[in-house]
């Protein structure tokens, strides 16, 4: 097995304060994995993020480029196909660099013809990156499997979101849990083994990895008393 190049590991949060990690003081919550990460990697404890929101973002995050530069400005506005990214030069470097979660990265429209159903969405994969498991913004897929589950669904579905009101925490809403356990948010397929493309497992070399998500419900417990 090739050991020459290192394994990349990219993970990126949305929604997730900067301050939000035990690792960094705070004192509520504790976060052990990302803890872990930040013994065995690189914490950056002074870091700003370029442009928002997150499409710009990660955007400029990827391209190396100012949000001037790349002129992705907003969530859907098309990225310029002749701006180079990190996974492209992670294929220059050997890697095959995989995506776990989104970039949200809409297309360029000259490289599509009229009408291309690529053309209708900003869910589109940032080009150098093979698609390993792709977090859409679609709810019907995961609250069907909540529902087969046995929980409630909301009339209105992004009310999944909000939190329980009979915890009886006392300690304001901000404390009390999600209407679901960790294991059945809709980031858990990313972050489960079993859900893991067996194209990305026992891969021969080292690898390149960039997940991304929205609320990383099991990363992160409140202490409680």
């Known amino acids: ?21 035990s690792a960094m003081g705070h004192p509520c919550l504790r976060t052990p994995h990302l803890d ?6 690189v914490l950056f404890r002074c870091h700003y993020t370029q442009a928002s929101p997150c499409g710009p973002a990660r955007a400029s995050l990827l391209t190396g480029l100012y949000a001037h530069n790349h002129r992705s400005v907003r969530n859907g506005i098309p990225l310029d196909d002749r701006h180079t990214n990190l996974a492209r030069e ?6 095959d660099p995989v995506l776990f979660g989104y970039t949200d990265t809409a297309v360029d ?3 599509y013809p009229p009408g291309d159903p690529a053309l209708n969405t ?3 994969v940032m080009p150098g990156f093979t698609p390993g498991l792709v977090l859409s913004m679609r709810l ?44 059945d ?4 397929p990313i972050i489960s083994p079993r859900s893991t493309p067996p194209r990305c497992r026992n891969r021969n070399g080292p690898f390149s990895v960039r997940s991304t998500m929205r609320r990383c419900a099991s990363c992160a417990r409140p202490i409680t008393a």
Not at 36 to 41: H, I, K, S
Not at 160 to 172: A, E, K, N, S, V
């Open 1 to 21: 097995m090739e050991t020459s190049r290192p394994n990349i590991l990219l993970i990126t949060l949305d929604q997730w304060r900067a301050d939000c990690l």
């Open 36 to 41: 872990r990460l930040t013994a065995d990697g």
């Open 90 to 95: 992670l294929r220059k470097a050997g890697y």
């Open 109 to 111: 429209p000259r490289l």
């Open 122 to 124: 900003y869910e589109g």
């Open 140 to 183: 019907e897929p995961w609250l069907a499997d909540l529902a087969s589950k046995g929980y409630a669904i909301p009339a209105k579905p992004k009310d999944i979101w909000l939190p329980r009101h009979d915890c009886g925490t006392g300690q304001g809403p901000t404390f009390a849990p999600p209407r679901y356990k960790a294991e």
């Open 185 to 188: 948010s809709e980031t858990s």
